[in-house]
């Protein structure tokens, strides 16, 4: 199947490593141009040189409306137009009810939130032009809660209510806007978690007993196929969708 993607360009924000990676990686190998924000140094200048030079590295982490604003400026300048934006960049902050403050819970959305809202804001005139399409990263914490982590939950559930938000916002525009769930995902920052457990190996192998299909994580280019076919025209009648790859981890029959 062609996925028409060549030479559009698409902003990714974390998108030098994880699912973000395996998201640019993917839009490499379909000839299109992803432009990376991300301040992962060596990871950022790899995809670049695998994409021949078709794809820009702005090492840089998002936190304030400024850098979104920059990064669409970027993009805009060395390739002239914007077709889709993934906004993927988060993190578990662990900033829970007991373990936490609301200056850190006011912090960790502006974290993992923030920048979901600004990139989409200052890319919005260009996908305009392009009928371009949004692919929101959020969590099956978003509808599963895990505790201890109010600010992530919170603003994972909030990128959801973004998307339905923004599909009827963008209807006149032909601006699709989509969310993917991931649930049990292997990326540096899975491992970073499962490192936080006293016997991790133990830990993983339980998670991956719970698992439904095939008894694994799901990987990063499991994730990264489904964000990709949804901005591809491929999707062109799909809009303000919630979709689960996560292996049936948050719907089917725990007895399994
Ligand atoms: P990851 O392994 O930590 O990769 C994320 C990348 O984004 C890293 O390179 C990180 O850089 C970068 N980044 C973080 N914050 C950024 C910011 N503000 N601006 C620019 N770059 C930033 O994470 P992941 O597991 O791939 O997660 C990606 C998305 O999937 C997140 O939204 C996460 O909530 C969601 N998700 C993941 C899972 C899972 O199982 N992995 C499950 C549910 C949802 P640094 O390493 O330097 O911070």
Redesign the pocket.
């Known amino acids: 199947m062609n996925l028409h993607l060549q030479d559009k360009v698409i902003l990714i924000?974390?998108?030098?490593?994880?699912?973000?990676?395996?998201i640019s990686k993917g839009l490499i190998e379909e000839g299109a141009i992803p432009v990376i924000?991300?301040?992962?140094e060596k990871?950022g200048k790899e995809l670049v040189e695998l994409a021949v030079g078709k794809a820009l590295h702005l090492p840089?982490?998002?936190?304030s409306a400024e850098?979104c604003e920059k990064a669409v400026l970027e993009a805009v300048r060395a390739f002239g137009r914007i077709d889709g934006v993934v906004?993927?960049?988060?993190?578990?902050d662990g900033v829970g009810l007991e373990k936490g403050s609301p200056e850190a819970f006011a912090q960790s959305i502006a974290?993992?939130l923030h920048?979901y809202y600004s990139l989409v804001h200052f890319a919005l005139p260009e996908l305009k032009k392009s009928q371009g399409a949004i692919v929101n990263?959020?969590?099956?914490?978003a509808v599963t809660g895990q505790g201890g982590t109010s600010g992530?939950v919170a603003?994972?559930g909030a990128?959801l209510a973004l998307t339905r938000e923004w599909s009827v916002e963008l209807l006149p525009y032909h601006i699709r806007v989509n969310a993917?769930?991931?649930?049990?995902?292997?990326?540096?920052?899975?491992?970073?978690?499962i490192q936080t457990f006293p016997n991790p190996e133990e830990k993983l192998a339980e998670i991956n007993h719970q698992i439904p299909l095939g008894k694994r994580?799901?990987t990063?280019e499991e994730?990264a196929s489904m964000a990709i076919f949804l901005l591809s025209n491929r999707a062109s009648h799909i809009t303000g969708q919630h979709l689960y790859v996560d292996g049936g981890y948050t719907h089917l029959d725990r007895a399994l």
């Not at 993917?180 to 978690?193: C, D, K, R």
């Open positions: 924000s974390g998108g030098a490593k994880g699912i973000g990676g395996a924000i991300d301040p992962s990871e840089w982490r998002l936190f850098d906004n993927n960049a988060g993190a578990n974290n993992n920048h990263i959020s969590s099956k914490t992530y603003a994972k990128q993917i769930l991931p649930a049990e995902v292997y990326t540096p920052m899975y491992e970073s978690w994580m799901t990063p994730i």
